[in-house]
């Protein structure tokens, strides 16, 4: 019985040491976190600087080490070596300051910091080699902010090793009582490539002289953009005190579109760009500073004192990964003369309250340095320069909105897409579908043929419409319906369509269709009888600039109001109208025999898209692939087109943030390629994912669209339904908790049970406080995960060894003198079942396996998703749109 007792406790303390061997990263995060934020005035720095969370994120804490600043503004600057050798992103910063001690904060990224001490005063630089502004914090200024799936690359063979934080302690007097401080930032960093790399852009006038008395000069930059596209989401202006408003534009074939206008003498913070702006190449980055020399005796010159001046406009942005440039810089102007057509606004100072003034430039001076290298590295040392004082109600507004908007979003590529099956739209009565789309309202739009169907009589061989006499669809083709329970909101479209094809809506709500009968495109108001607009000539096909031959889809792009459509089953182009239906270019052409040349088409199917990068990607559907061009040219610039996809690929949909969604089609006899759903990265064009149905198969999935939530939704012509598929993350808002194990129920009350083993946070996003709750809770649904795995993997050696000592037991009381086991054939039974076939081994698994009610479901993961129906045709999977099987006439020119 000793030795019982003694393999109990030693089983006891192996358990406890696996349980904390599994104790999930989160919760250490946690406390970290909640240690690293409970900073008051007394300074506690982590000895834990890198936490873990996930399999590829990490937090970074950079903190000042317990430094007390001696005078008043004192630039201080500290070092920490990137942690890892290989290539990570910045997708997030938290920081940790009082504006009662810090003026503001600026975290860099170099190479070569300009010490090695634990920290120094700036005025030794910040980097010895070419350094690069990651994050700026500033007094009563909001953080700044990466939109989803950008982020600052870090390591690696191209990106910064090390990280040089800088913190300008302005009126010290908060110092008195001798405390430490630690101001600082926690950096949140994913390994996990991102689809959109940021950078800076940095405008500076470097000859700019401002007369004494003079009360306006201009101090102008402009330069020709030479690089791949940019998208811009955030500027910062700055000068001394001479600066009266400084204004930033993109100059793009002689129209000026503003960046951002501010007055240096405000918060000098990065505020975001209040809309979307692409750099193409070749347009002109402009920017300019009005000073006046009122109150000065001598001459101003630009330097790094307070009695010099600056004039700099930065500008942040993003760029596709593989084009992408950290840093960049303009210090010319390549035309005064184009200066003369800048918007008057420019020119117009932003008033200023004297008591800011005087607060802004409350700080000392500084030596003067005309050396230009030496003036970015001051420069950089004011970045950021904050004090107290509002900035414009609409702008304080816009910024919180910004704010609570990208807390919630993240762009994170690990995560499963599966039919949500409690969706009812299966069982629609619908028509069949062709087009989906989503509106303002995030509400589904749904585009169907009522009782009319597309098949092999519907046209002749020069795609003449034979059906005329049905009349049009006496049927609403246009329903929109509740995402979330499929109920319907509003119906339109009755007695205009005769066989409907593509949906687009745009940013006001419009529906825009087309009809591959009429061979024509129109735009629907949501509540008018009418079309506002119709483009082609009803019921006949063309190729010249008023005809369509079968239009298959139309985009309208929510910048310029541009109209694309996609033309169609027997032409191969693209055409471009503007915003009032003007035909303003086209381009593609034919496939040619042999391999498919890029713009080349054989049935351009499908439009997303794109107008962060103003692009617009089409899905080539014979030729299996994906097409992108830029929007203002029709230049090529990418083809995505994966094994995978087959031969056919039918629908593509763009989420704001780098994921593409994309559905194919059936397979030709065989072929091993199936029908299903992709999801794909659109910067490297990789799939991330692909999904399939539960309850019912695709038979001809031929329309996709998706919502920044990963809520995807699938259109079908043959079956003439809706599927919606939601991510695992979603759905696992439905689940419920037992014992560790986590158990959703359908609503045809099928149970699916998984043991979910992955101790891996949901989010890559832990450091916003939005998200810390639900992280917390999942850390400790994963460490009972754990518990409950080790406790029943426990479970049978216990029993084992509760047999073994009843064994020995008996042995005592049924054994004669002369040895032989004597067994009751309850005994018997029991060791019976211990016995392996053939052999006297043990057998646990049977030996559990034969007790009524046990289970291996907690153990054996259970697939959730379900398996492609064999389509037993000939392998034509259309809805009759292989009409296009005539070759189309030669295009006619008009």
Same mark, same amino acid.
Not at 451 to 476: A, M
Not at 622 to 637: A, D, K, S, V, W
Not at 842 to 847: A, C, S, T, V, Y
């Given at each position: 019985?000793?030795?019982?007792?003694?393999?109990?406790?030693?089983l006891?303390?192996?358990?406890?040491?696996?349980c904390?061997?599994? /104790?999930?990263?989160?919760?250490? !995060?946690?406390?970290y976190?909640?240690?690293?934020?409970?900073?008051?005035?007394?300074?506690l720095?982590?000895?834990q600087?890198?936490?873990?969370?996930?399999?590829?994120?990490?937090?970074?804490?950079i $903190?000042?080490p317990?430094?007390?600043p001696?005078q008043?503004?004192?630039?201080?600057?500290?070092?920490v070596?990137?942690?890892?050798?290989?290539?990570?992103?910045?997708?997030?910063?938290?920081p940790?300051?009082?504006?009662?001690?810090?003026?503001?904060?600026?975290?860099?990224?170099?190479?070569?910091?300009?010490?090695?001490?634990?920290?120094?005063?700036?005025?030794?630089?910040?980097?010895?080699?070419?350094?690069?502004?990651?994050?700026?914090?500033?007094?009563?200024?909001?953080?700044? $902010?990466?939109?989803?799936g950008?982020?600052f690359?870090?390591?690696?063979?191209?990106?910064?090793?090390y990280?040089?934080?800088?913190?300008?302690?302005?009126d010290? @007097?908060?110092?008195?009582?001798?405390?430490?401080?630690?101001?600082?930032?926690?950096?949140h960093?994913?390994? +996990?490539?991102?689809?959109?790399?940021?950078?800076?852009?940095?405008m500076?006038?470097?000859?700019t002289?401002?007369?004494?008395?003079?009360?306006?000069?201009?101090?102008?930059?402009?330069?020709?953009?030479k690089?791949?596209?940019?998208?811009?989401?955030?500027?910062?202006?700055?000068?001394?005190?001479?600066?009266?408003?400084?204004?930033?534009?993109?100059?793009?074939?002689? +129209?000026?579109?503003?960046?951002? $206008?501010?007055?240096?003498?405000?918060?000098?913070?990065?505020?975001?760009?209040?809309?979307p702006?692409?750099?193409?190449?070749?347009?002109?980055?402009?920017?300019?500073?009005?000073?006046?020399?009122?109150?000065?005796?001598?001459?101003?010159?630009i330097?790094?004192?307070?009695?010099?001046?600056?004039?700099?406009?930065?500008?942040?942005?993003?760029?596709?990964?593989?084009?992408?440039?950290?840093?960049?810089?303009?210090?010319?102007?390549?035309?005064?003369?184009?200066?003369?057509?800048?918007?008057q606004e420019?020119?117009?100072?932003?008033?200023?309250?004297?008591?800011?003034?005087?607060?802004?430039?409350?700080?000392?001076e500084?030596?003067?340095?005309?050396?230009?290298s030496?003036?970015?590295?001051?420069?950089?040392?004011?970045?950021g320069?904050?004090?107290?004082?509002?900035?414009?109600?609409?702008?304080?507004?816009?910024?919180?909105?910004?704010?609570?908007?990208?807390?919630?979003?993240?762009?994170?590529q690990?995560?499963?897409?599966?039919?949500?099956?409690?969706?009812?739209?299966?069982?629609?009565?619908?028509?069949?579908?062709?087009?989906?789309?989503?509106?303002?309202?995030?509400?589904?739009v749904?585009?169907?043929?009522?009782?009319?169907?597309?098949d092999?009589?519907?046209?002749?061989?020069?795609?003449?419409?034979?059906?005329?006499?049905?009349?049009?669809?006496?049927?609403?083709?246009?329903?929109?319906?509740?995402?979330?329970?499929?109920?319907?909101?509003? @119906?339109?479209?009755?007695?205009?369509?005769y066989?409907?094809?593509?949906?687009?809506?745009?940013?006001n709500?419009?529906?825009?269709v087309?009809?591959?009968?009429?061979?024509?495109?129109?735009?629907?108001?949501a509540?008018?009888?009418?079309?506002?607009?119709?483009?082609?000539?009803?019921?006949?096909?063309?190729?010249?600039?008023?005809?369509?031959c079968q239009?298959?889809?139309?985009?309208?792009?929510?910048?310029?109001?541009?109209?694309?459509?996609?033309?169609?089953?027997?032409?191969?182009?693209?055409?471009?109208?503007?915003?009032?239906?003007?035909?303003?270019?086209?381009?593609?052409?034919?496939t040619?025999?042999?391999?498919?040349r890029?713009?080349?088409?054989?049935?351009?199917?499908?439009?997303?898209?794109?107008?962060?990068?103003?692009?617009?990607?089409?899905?080539?559907?014979?030729?299996?692939?994906?097409?992108?061009?830029r929007?203002?040219?029709?230049?090529?610039t990418?083809?995505?087109?994966?094994?995978a996809?087959?031969?056919?690929?039918?629908?593509?949909?763009?989420?704001?943030g780098?994921?593409?969604f994309?559905?194919?089609?059936?397979?030709?006899?065989?072929?091993?390629?199936?029908?299903?759903?992709?999801?794909?990265?659109?910067?490297?064009?990789?799939?991330?994912?692909? !999904?399939?149905?539960? $309850?019912?198969?695709?038979?001809?999935?031929?329309?996709?669209?998706?919502?920044?939530?990963?809520?995807?939704?699938?259109?079908?012509?043959?079956?003439?339904?809706?599927?919606?598929?939601?991510?695992?993350?979603?759905?696992e808002? /439905?689940?419920?908790?037992?014992?560790?194990?986590?158990?959703?129920?359908?609503k045809?009350?099928?149970t699916?049970?998984?043991?979910?083993?992955?101790?891996?946070?949901?989010?890559?996003?832990?450091?916003?406080?939005?998200?810390?709750?639900?992280?917390?809770?999942?850390?400790?649904?994963t460490g009972?995960?754990?518990?409950l795995?080790?406790?029943?993997?426990i479970?049978?050696?216990?029993v084992?060894?509760?047999?073994?000592?009843?064994?020995?037991?008996?042995?005592?009381?049924?054994?004669?003198?002369?040895?032989?086991?004597?067994?009751d054939?309850?005994?018997? /039974?029991?060791?019976?079942?211990l016995?392996?076939?053939?052999?006297?081994?043990?057998?646990?698994?049977?030996?559990?396996?034969?007790?009524?009610?046990?289970?291996?479901?907690?153990?054996?993961?259970?697939?959730?998703?379900?398996?492609?129906?064999?389509?037993?045709?000939?392998?034509?999977?259309?809805e009759?749109?292989r009409?296009v099987?005539?070759?189309?006439?030669?295009?006619?020119?008009?």
């Amino acid at each position: 019985m000793a030795g019982f007792v003694s393999n109990l406790l030693i089983l006891l303390l192996l358990f406890q040491n696996i349980c904390l061997g599994f /104790r999930s990263p989160l919760s250490v !995060f946690k406390r970290y976190k909640d240690t690293s934020t409970s900073l008051s005035s007394e300074c506690l720095v982590s000895d834990q600087p890198v936490i873990s969370f996930g399999l590829s994120d990490f937090a970074l804490d950079i $903190r000042m080490p317990a430094v007390t600043p001696k005078q008043s503004d004192t630039y201080l600057c500290m070092s920490v070596p990137l942690p890892v050798d290989d290539e990570a992103y910045v997708v997030d910063f938290k920081p940790h300051a009082s504006m009662d001690t810090v003026h503001h904060m600026l975290l860099f990224g170099c190479n070569e910091p300009s010490s090695t001490e634990n920290y120094w005063d700036c005025d030794e630089g910040t980097c010895k080699d070419k350094s690069n502004i990651l994050y700026a914090w500033a007094r009563n200024a909001p953080p700044t $902010r990466l939109p989803k799936g950008v982020g600052f690359r870090v390591g690696g063979e191209t990106g910064s090793r090390y990280f040089v934080l800088q913190v300008h302690y302005g009126d010290v @007097s908060a110092f008195r009582d001798k405390h430490k401080d630690c101001s600082g930032v926690t950096l949140h960093l994913t390994h +996990q490539k991102q689809p959109l790399i940021a950078g800076m852009y940095l405008m500076m006038s470097v000859n700019t002289v401002i007369p004494p008395g003079k009360k306006v000069v201009d101090a102008d930059v402009a330069c020709h953009y030479k690089r791949s596209p940019m998208h811009l989401f955030a500027y910062r202006v700055h000068t001394h005190r001479l600066g009266k408003v400084v204004s930033g534009y993109r100059v793009r074939n002689g +129209q000026w579109t503003l960046i951002g $206008r501010q007055s240096p003498q405000l918060p000098q913070a990065f505020y975001p760009v209040k809309y979307p702006i692409d750099i193409s190449y070749d347009d002109i980055l402009a920017a300019r500073c009005v000073f006046s020399g009122e109150g000065r005796t001598t001459e101003t010159h630009i330097g790094g004192t307070a009695n010099d001046e600056m004039c700099n406009f930065y500008i942040m942005y993003y760029m596709e990964a593989k084009h992408a440039v950290s840093y960049m810089t303009c210090t010319q102007n390549t035309n005064p003369e184009m200066f003369r057509n800048i918007p008057q606004e420019a020119n117009i100072p932003i008033p200023v309250k004297s008591d800011v003034k005087k607060m802004m430039h409350g700080h000392h001076e500084e030596p003067k340095d005309s050396d230009t290298s030496s003036l970015l590295q001051q420069d950089r040392k004011e970045e950021g320069e904050i004090l107290d004082q509002e900035t414009k109600d609409s702008d304080a507004s816009y910024l919180l909105q910004q704010a609570k908007k990208e807390d919630a979003e993240i762009l994170d590529q690990d995560f499963h897409i599966e039919e949500a099956v409690e969706w009812p739209g299966l069982d629609l009565k619908l028509g069949q579908v062709s087009g989906l789309a989503l509106d303002p309202e995030n509400n589904l739009v749904v585009f169907h043929r009522g009782d009319h169907v597309w098949d092999e009589n519907s046209f002749d061989s020069k795609f003449v419409y034979q059906q005329r006499g049905l009349g049009p669809i006496e049927q609403n083709t246009i329903i929109v319906l509740n995402p979330s329970n499929a109920k319907l909101l509003h @119906s339109t479209g009755k007695n205009i369509f005769y066989l409907p094809h593509g949906l687009s809506v745009d940013k006001n709500g419009n529906y825009w269709v087309t009809d591959v009968a009429l061979h024509q495109v129109f735009k629907l108001g949501a509540n008018d009888k009418e079309p506002l607009l119709i483009l082609g000539v009803p019921l006949q096909p063309g190729s010249d600039k008023n005809h369509f031959c079968q239009p298959t889809d139309v985009a309208v792009d929510p910048i310029t109001g541009s109209i694309y459509v996609s033309d169609g089953y027997c032409n191969s182009r693209i055409i471009q109208f503007s915003p009032n239906g003007v035909y303003l270019m086209q381009w593609g052409e034919e496939t040619s025999l042999g391999r498919s040349r890029p713009g080349q088409f054989y049935i351009p199917h499908s439009l997303a898209l794109i107008p962060d990068l103003s692009q617009l990607c089409v899905a080539d559907r014979e030729n299996g692939r994906i097409q992108c061009f830029r929007l203002e040219t029709g230049e090529f610039t990418r083809e995505i087109k994966h094994k995978a996809f087959g031969r056919e690929l039918f629908a593509v949909s763009y989420v704001p943030g780098g994921l593409l969604f994309a559905v194919n089609g059936m397979p030709y006899p065989g072929e091993a390629e199936s029908v299903q759903g992709f999801v794909m990265n659109f910067s490297t064009g990789e799939i991330i994912d692909t !999904f399939i149905p539960l $309850r019912k198969s695709f038979e001809m999935p031929h329309d996709i669209v998706a919502s920044e939530d990963r809520t995807v939704f699938v259109g079908d012509v043959h079956a003439k339904a809706v599927w919606k598929f939601a991510s695992v993350e979603k759905m696992e808002h /439905r689940s419920v908790k037992k014992a560790g194990i986590e158990v959703q129920e359908t609503k045809e009350s099928e149970t699916i049970v998984e043991a979910r083993l992955k101790n891996k946070p949901e989010s890559r996003d832990p450091l916003k406080n939005i998200d810390k709750q639900h992280l917390v809770q999942q850390a400790s649904s994963t460490g009972v995960s754990f518990v409950l795995i080790t406790t029943l993997l426990i479970i049978p050696i216990v029993v084992l060894l509760v047999i073994l000592v009843f064994i020995r037991w008996r042995k005592t009381t049924v054994y004669g003198a002369d040895g032989e086991c004597k067994l009751d054939s309850t005994s018997g /039974r029991i060791l019976g079942r211990l016995r392996v076939k053939g052999g006297g081994g043990i057998n646990l698994g049977n030996f559990f396996a034969s007790h009524k009610g046990y289970s291996r479901k907690g153990f054996d993961r259970l697939s959730t998703e379900g398996s492609d129906q064999e389509k037993d045709d000939d392998g034509t999977d259309s809805e009759e749109e292989r009409s296009v099987s005539p070759l189309p006439p030669a295009p006619s020119s008009s």
